[in-house]
Every structure is written in structure tokens, then in C-alpha cells.
């Protein structure tokens, strides 16, 4: 059974860093999408950032250039997306989504078939 466990997330001061893991299981990293998305509350789900299979072509939604980094390790069957300089604006649940394929399809979330559950990233002083 494909699954993906998102952890990570948590309170931060704006400034500060997180990095967000999502563990797969079921299925093998290299031939597989990786997205991150986020939903904040009383607004639409909203694609960060996507990472083709086998380190493919990457992508980032404007708002998080230059401080987000995704990145993945397949020997270790998980993703990652390095949160730096993160502000009130970055709160949400985030989630890590897959579908297969080598090259990232772009960071709509109907191109993603498999999801995990979430995990809440908070800025805040």
C-alpha cells in the first residue's frame, strides 16, 4: 500500500527554519513526483514546490523562491523541503503529495494522486 507520513512541522519564530520530511512506503521514490503543498485555513490548497522521479526538474511557487529548497533521498525513501526565512504568511498544513513520473507535472494538486495526512507549520511570535 502506497503512504506517505509527513513530520516536521511545529511552532517557529518569523525568521526561523524548519525542515519538512515525508517518508514513503509502498512504492519506490525514484519513479515518482514528489509535491509539497500547503493549506492555510479558509483558503485552497496551494502548490509550494514539486521535484521530478529520480531528481528530476524541480519548481517553486513564486512566493517561496530563494528561501524554500526541496530536495530527496532515495536511499533513505524520503523528501524533504528546507524551510528558511519563514513568515506569518508561510502558516499552514503542509502536505507532501506523489504521482508517478520523472519530471515534475507543475503544482496543481488534481495531478497528484497519493497524499499524506499533513503536518502544521505555525509562525508566530
Known amino acids: 500500500q502506497l503512504q506517505l507520513v509527513e513530520s516536521g512541522g511545529g511552532l517557529v519564530q518569523p525568521g526561523g527554519s524548519l525542515r519538512l520530511s515525508c517518508a514513503v512506503s509502498?512504492?519506490?521514490?525514484?519513479?515518482?513526483?514528489i509535491g509539497w503543498f500547503r493549506q492555510a485555513p479558509g483558503k485552497e490548497r496551494e502548490g509550494v514546490s514539486c521535484?521530478?522521479?529520480?531528481?528530476?526538474?524541480?519548481s517553486y511557487t513564486a512566493s517561496v523562491k530563494g528561501r524554500f529548497t526541496i530536495s530527496r533521498d532515495s536511499a533513505k525513501d524520503t523528501a524533504y523541503l528546507q524551510m528558511n526565512f519563514l513568515n506569518v504568511e508561510d502558516t499552514a498544513v503542509y502536505y507532501c503529495?506523489?504521482?508517478?513520473?520523472?519530471?515534475?507535472?507543475?503544482?496543481?494538486?488534481?495531478?497528484?494522486?497519493?497524499w499524506g495526512q499533513g503536518t502544521q507549520v505555525t509562525v508566530s511570535s
Open positions: 503529495a506523489a504521482d508517478i513520473g520523472y519530471y515534475c507535472p507543475g503544482l496543481d494538486p488534481r495531478a497528484y494522486a497519493y
Open positions: 509502498g512504492f519506490t521514490l525514484d519513479y515518482y513526483t
Open positions: 521535484i521530478g522521479g529520480n531528481g528530476g526538474n524541480t
